[in-house]
């Protein structure tokens, strides 16, 4: 009985896109993606080539995000690139994340990289860290680097490869971490080594927290040390650092040692 509720839900709303109204089309295509059935994609895909009223296009477009349809993933990405509505686009930029099994993470990457509009961008940005697709982070690196001369691009790569727990985002996030970075960078940087479980970045972010010229970030690097110190039981910030500085000197004798004994 539910289930033919809905689907005659489905059909109402389906035929109230045509109604005259500019509320009642809004309405309609927001409850449309409520109800997740695809039966709604082509009607919406119809409205959509034809619809004049600005809210009403972002509710059918964030309605055809919902349901993430494959064959209404062409009409999205043109609007992503064409639609004078920044609002409009925001809600494609963040509605590609229903469409994972249509469009590659490194094609997100590359629509990114093509993008001017700040806000669309830090959409986009949240979108990948969302997907969490690790194959991403190589080309992220190179861009990270060949990007230099947009600082708001670098800022968007950092955020995305520091959401992950890699390796090979460590080295990244170290350098970036230092004095002689943007704010910014340091600020994401910080807040990325907060966000992993690699307690190897416990030396780093004491160094922060006593040395960052930015007060603001000294107190989220203290802020991430005192949750740490407190969920491995130490009594206190120092006296963990200290120990870390400990198992790290004799992590380096031992090597020596080996080194030695090869010799």
């Known amino acids: 009985m539910m289930e033919m509720a809905q689907k005659a839900d489905v059909k109402k709303n389906i035929s109230l896109l045509q109604s005259h109204e500019t509320l009642v089309r809004l309405q309609a295509a927001e409850m449309l993606g409520k109800l997740l059935d695809p039966l709604a994609v082509k009607p919406l895909l119809a409205l959509l080539e034809i619809e004049e009223e600005v809210k009403v296009r972002r509710a059918i477009v964030l309605s055809l995000s919902l349901l993430g349809a494959k064959e209404a993933l062409p009409s999205l990405l043109d609007i992503l690139q064409n639609d004078p509505d920044l609002e ?30 700040t806000e669309i961008r830090d959409v986009l940005t949240s979108t990948l860290v969302f997907i969490r697709d690790d194959s991403i982070i190589p080309p992220l690196l190179a861009k990270f680097r060949g990007a230099a001369k947009d600082r708001h691009l670098q800022e968007c790569c950092l955020e995305i490869i520091g959401s992950f727990n890699d390796p090979r985002a460590k080295e990244l996030l170290i350098s970036c ?57 130490f009594r206190s910030i120092e006296q963990m650092v200290l120990e870390f500085k400990r198992q790290e000197q004799q992590k380096q004798q031992k090597q020596q040692q080996q080194q030695t004994t090869k010799e």
Do not use: W
């Open 88 to 117: 409009t686009r925001r809600n494609v930029a963040g509605g590609l994340r229903f469409f994972s099994e249509d469009i590659s993470s490194q094609e997100i990457v590359e629509i990114l990289f093509q993008e001017t509009e």
């Open 177 to 233: 971490s230092s004095e002689d970075n943007p704010e910014s960078f340091r600020q994401i940087s910080t807040l990325a080594m907060g966000r992993t479980d690699d307690i190897q970045f416990v030396p780093h972010l004491y160094d922060i927290y006593q040395q960052d010229p930015s007060e603001k970030i000294r107190d989220c690097a203290h802020q991430i040390l005192e949750e740490i110190s407190i969920a491995l039981n």
